[in-house]
């Protein structure tokens, strides 16, 4: 059985996974043929987008207790639980992505011309801007375009939060699970909940900043497809750090009055 783990777990390694379980294989073969015929016929009206979404989870739900049976499994198995979100949702996301890019696309519009607004009145009231550019945490925001499934945003937004406060509080990230350790230093504080939310508002607000003309912003697209397209909670970590994302991006969209 190839070996699954949730720290590195990709659309990739998800479809590898459940396609080395033997005693599954006659429920995966099912699944991946109705989600081939999902992806050819469905129809998804834009506003309706949750109705697809409802037909997916329908079609997990059928798929995990088929699995469940074949491995006279009473309890869940959460590495068969979380690859076949992945993989579903995956599967899937060229057909729901552009959907969604549209549904979403006056809130990024909205997002880009506050923070616009946001940049100009700062340097409007201060002399010279001298706001260190944190290319690692762009680096890992600018991921999520190519991320298919809400486990893997949301991942990848935990990351972009960790290379953040570690830029501000001198601790080091390793990259390969993007566990965060702490390195003792005379300047160096762990952070309160504010200032972790103003240093990605800072991050976010940079990204838009730095981005080229023309480049598509979509992160209030991002924001509405990982809450909505997952079937199960996202561990605390990785939780709290999309809560901060969806904190962030709530008050960019709607505080222009404020700056």
Not at 112 to 140: D, M, T
Request: aromatic share 10%; hydrophobic share 35%.
């Amino acid at each position: 059985v190839s070996k699954f783990n949730a720290t590195t777990a990709s659309y990739e390694s998800s479809f590898m996974f459940l396609d080395s379980v033997r005693q599954i294989e006659a429920a995966f073969a099912r699944l991946r043929t109705s989600l081939f015929l999902f992806n050819e016929t469905y129809i998804i009206l834009p506003k309706f987008i949750e109705n697809a979404f409802d037909k997916l989870r329908q079609l997990r739900s059928q798929f995990l207790q088929e699995s469940y049976q074949l491995l006279n499994k009473s309890c869940e198995d959460r590495d068969i639980e979380l690859a076949s979100e992945i993989y579903i949702t995956g599967n899937t996301y060229t057909k729901v992505w552009p959907i969604i890019v549209h549904n979403n696309q006056n809130k990024d519009q909205i997002l880009v011309e506050n923070i616009e607004k946001r940049q100009r009145k700062e340097q409007k009231n201060s002399n010279q801007i001298n706001i260190k550019i944190n290319q690692n945490a762009l680096n890992e925001l600018k991921k999520l375009d190519d991320l298919k499934s809400s486990y893997e945003k949301a991942k990848c937004i935990r990351s972009a939060l960790d290379l953040t406060i570690a830029a501000k509080t001198l601790m080091i990230v390793d990259p390969k699970s993007s566990a965060v350790s702490y390195h003792s230093s005379s300047n160096a504080m762990p952070m309160a909940a504010d200032e972790t939310l103003t240093a990605f508002i800072d991050l976010i607000c940079q990204l838009i900043t730095t981005s080229e003309t023309n480049t598509h912003i979509r992160l209030a697209a991002h924001e509405y497809y990982t809450e909505k397209f997952r079937f199960s909670h996202l561990p605390q970590d990785i939780d709290y750090a999309f809560t901060t994302y969806r904190g962030v991006i709530e008050y960019l969209t709607n505080s222009s009055s404020w700056f």
